[in-house]
């Protein structure tokens, strides 16, 4: 009987492309996802890939997808809204229309529930600061709730709750993957600017820059915690990486090195680890 596998997204801005290069490898290699976890920029990919399909040419879409897209798409900065976050009249510095747009326009399914590939998308309550694990309920507010970085986008209204991105709570959800019943579980990280030539300068940059290292510190500490309890496989992010998290100009770079760099992986190095979140140390170049 074949084990249970999940497939478990976590955020990371722009750099969720390199999520795209790591499923395109997996299903080079026939593997598919028996069930879907994602959060933030994760859960758009893994919303995307519930409802086409774990196929290479499903893949490829989201790749066409992520391609046509470009800074103003996602984070789309204007002068006036800046200044009302500035003096408290607005609850964030960027709109989140465009991005539900995106996020609608690619969705095949109305309710999670619905799914194709069942989905699940992790937020985190605004009050309380405990993650909210989604399976039920309207998909794209959900995958939209999950996206909200605090102070970038506005939290999201869903079922009584404000929700706001779900890294900030469990980026990786490792162990609800397991509480759903998964015996495998890949988890693809975005990785994070580990080369860059400068610190990030714009608040909108150093926000999501500082998000993707609490990601990763995050992740680390749930792999190795969870690692003996069942087989998890980590997809190594690239590196060194000197891509900014809100750089859509090297997207397409981003996809093909990720995935060469999976495909190596699954050739070479796809089995159980000691250690599976060794690729994930932070470092120096």
Not at 14 to 42: E, K
Not at 58 to 64: K, M, N, P
Not at 141 to 149: E, G, K
Request: proline share 6%; with cysteine; net charge negative.
């Amino acid at each position: 009987m074949a084990k249970s596998t999940a497939f478990v997204l976590s955020g990371g801005g722009s750099l969720g492309s390199i999520q795209v290069g790591m499923l395109q490898a997996l299903a080079i290699r026939g593997i598919a996802p028996d069930f879907l976890i994602g959060t933030s920029v994760g859960a758009l990919n893994a919303a995307f890939i519930a409802g086409h399909g774990a196929t290479e040419d499903a893949v490829d879409a989201l790749a066409e997808t992520w391609l046509g897209l470009d800074r103003g798409d996602v984070f789309p900065l204007d002068p006036t809204r800046l200044a009302l976050a500035t003096f408290g009249r607005a609850s964030s510095i960027c709109s989140n229309g465009p991005l539900e747009r995106i996020i609608r326009a690619n969705l095949t399914f109305e309710r999670l529930e619905d799914a194709p590939i069942p989905l699940h998308v992790v937020t985190t309550d605004v009050s309380s600061g405990k993650e909210v694990l989604l399976s039920r309920g309207d998909a794209a507010t959900a995958v939209l709730a999950s996206s909200a970085i605090p102070a970038i986008f506005p939290p999201v209204e869903l079922g009584g709750a404000v929700l706001m991105d779900g890294g900030i709570a469990d980026n990786a959800a490792i162990s609800q993957a397991i509480d759903l019943g998964a015996e495998i579980i890949y988890v693809l990280p975005t990785g994070y600017a580990c080369a860059l030539d400068k610190p990030p300068r714009s608040p909108l940059s150093a926000a999501v820059h500082a998000l993707t290292l609490l990601i990763e510190q995050r992740l680390i500490v749930d792999v190795e915690r969870y690692c003996g309890k069942v087989d998890i496989r980590v997809a190594p992010p690239l590196c060194p990486l000197e891509v900014s998290s809100i750089d859509f100009g090297h997207t397409g770079r981003l996809i093909e090195e990720s995935r060469s760099a999976t495909a190596r992986w699954l050739t070479f190095d796809d089995r159980p680890r000691e250690h599976p979140g060794s690729v994930l140390s932070l470092h120096k170049h």
